[in-house]
T-cell receptor, first 114, second 115 residues
Framework: NAGVTQTPKFQVLKTGQSMTLQCAQD?????MSWYRQDPGMGLRLIHY???????DQGEVPNGYNVSRSTTEDFPLRLLSAAPSQTSVYFC?????????????FGPGTRLTVL | RKEVEQDPGPFNVPEGATVAFNCTYS??????FFWYRQDCRKEPKLLMS???SGNEDGRFTAQLNRASQYISLLIRDSKLSDSATYLC????????????????FGTGTQLKVEL
């Protein structure tokens, strides 16, 4: 049982490039989400999904797309990278999105946009 | 005003000391509350949920004061391994957010336990 996995661990992009951050979980969790963590800002929600085929925007969705074709996978796409997207990205999952559910986080992807 | 506010620290304490962290939240519709622990360059992990009556897990005690919109975490007999950043996390009412977890994270309080 690997929990939540993310790839890559590190990535450097040039401004304007696109890429996909991968996230997968093997716990059969319905709820998955993406956060970014910046110094002095706390984690901020980018997008989330309450189940396969259903996604919605979080607090800071601009510049990012998501899709959820399977329960296990929730990739995050950067459409045209900008230096402001330099951050640490965490994917998280929980069983049903309930108020008291534990969020399980992946190890993170450290992204630098030059 | 930030939705969840924490003293960033760092709190430097000797091993064996008792240390307390405080957190305030601004949205009175918040329904559930947590403390997460984050080690340097690692992902956050749940430390404990916080219940209205207060709850304890070994050396850790969490308290919630809804009237004052205030959450606390007390660590007794600090260990070197407690050194980490402690994140206060608040969850809004499910129906107000249109479904799903809308967790709001504080920026964290850094704890350094020293010999």
């Amino acid at each position: 049982n690997a929990g939540v996995t993310q790839t890559p661990k590190f990535q450097v992009l040039k401004t304007g490039q696109s890429m996909t951050l991968q996230c997968a979980q093997d716990m059969n969790h319905e709820y998955m989400s993406w956060y970014r963590q910046d110094p002095g800002m706390g984690l901020r929600l980018i997008h989330y999904s309450v189940g396969a085929g259903i996604t919605d925007q979080g607090e800071v969705p601009n510049g990012y797309n998501v899709s959820r074709s399977t329960t296990e996978d929730f990739p995050l796409r950067l459409l045209s990278a900008a230096p402001s997207q330099t951050s640490v990205y965490f994917c998280a999952s929980s069983s049903s999105g309930g108020l008291r559910d534990t969020q399980y986080f992946g190890p993170g992807t450290r992204l630098t946009v030059l | 005003r930030k939705e969840v506010e924490q003293d960033p620290g760092p709190f430097n304490v000797p091993e064996g000391a008792t240390v307390a962290f405080n957190c305030t939240y601004s949205n009175s519709a918040s329904q559930s509350f947590f403390w997460y622990r984050q080690d340097c360059r690692k992902e956050p992990k749940l430390l404990m949920s916080v219940y209205s009556s207060g709850n304890e897990d070994g050396r850790f005690t969490a308290q919630l004061n809804r009237a004052s919109q205030y959450i606390s975490l007390l660590i007794r007999d600090s260990k070197l391994s407690d050194s980490a950043t402690y994140l206060c996390v608040v969850n809004l009412d499910y129906w107000l957010t249109g479904g799903g977890n809308k967790l709001t994270f504080g920026t964290g309080t850094q704890l350094k336990v020293e010999l």
